[in-house]
């Protein structure tokens, strides 16, 4: 009887571990705060990687955090769902995020394009006043906005996206993008680009990414915060809100990220 209880309290304090060491990174949700100055005096809140197949974040804290946050613009960084049974949930996580009464753009991910039909999600998005930017560039008061699509799985076109950003240089450009993977081939001149996609590792172990093959970035041991290229521009890498592949991180909070330009 003495063995079996000690099996079961070594049982219990193994799982108590791995609900420590791997959920818990996923229920507790950091704002990252990130300061680039490109004189613009804007708040930006960036939501990356939402997966709300695989999303433990729920839409009150959510919610709570954006009001804290306090922001001027919110850009989403692609990956919602693939799954259609996901569309009520996203619903309504788009619709907390709507909620916030600031402008909302958004890009899509790898996953939206798996999704059967992109065009749902984006109907999603766009009930709700989001404008979702397929290789499209908007002028806002301040900066160009250019959002490109998915350099992963081919949806890219980058110069249909920069298409009516002005050459003359005095406002700045940044761009919303999903997979970072796109800055090595990016020649277009950016100021400060915004990606998602590679979780921060999600699990953090070494030489993940010599097992899990995620592009040229990572491969050089490049997968999250913020980097800078030779020409001058800037990028960040969020580690994202939700979860892909397994509901688990290691050593790899979720995050949504304040970046103050």
């Keep these: 009887m003495n063995l079996l209880l000690e099996w079961l309290a070594i049982a219990a304090a193994a799982a108590a571990l791995l609900y420590i060491a791997l959920i818990v990174p996923t229920r507790w949700l950091k704002i990252e705060q990130v300061r680039h100055s490109l004189d613009i005096g804007a708040r930006i809140l960036q939501i ?9 974040i729920s839409s009150q804290k959510l919610q709570e955090a954006i009001h804290k946050s306090n922001p001027d613009y919110i850009f989403l960084t692609g990956d919602y769902t693939f799954k259609a049974s996901c569309l009520p949930a996203l619903d309504r996580y788009i619709g907390v995020i709507a909620a916030a009464g600031v402008p909302v753009y958004a890009v899509l991910g790898n996953h939206d394009h798996n999704f059967p039909d992109a065009k749902r999600i984006i109907d999603v998005m766009e009930r709700h006043g989001v404008a979702v930017l397929r290789n499209k ?4 008061p301040d900066f160009y906005l ?4 998915n350099y992963g799985t081919g949806h890219s076109r980058i110069q249909e996206a920069y298409r009516g950003v002005s050459d003359s240089g005095k406002k700045p450009v940044i761009v919303i993008t999903h997979d970072p993977n796109i800055v090595p081939v990016l020649q277009m ?3 400060y ?5 590679l979780h921060g590792k999600q699990m953090n172990v070494p030489f993940f990414f010599s097992f899990v ?3 040229a970035l990572p491969a050089k041991g490049i997968y999250k915060g913020l980097h800078h290229t030779p020409n001058g521009g800037s990028y960040y890498i969020s580690k994202g809100i939700g979860q892909a592949g397994i509901n688990a991180r290691f050593m790899v909070r979720s995050e949504i990220t304040l970046h103050e330009i």
């Design 189 to 191: 001149r950016f100021d």
């Design 146 to 149: 250019v959002g490109i699509d």
């Design 137 to 140: 560039s908007v002028e806002l």
């Design 193 to 197: 680009l915004l990606s998602g996609h």
């Design 48 to 56: 990356s990687d939402l997966h709300v197949d695989m999303l433990r």
């Design 213 to 215: 093959q995620k592009g």
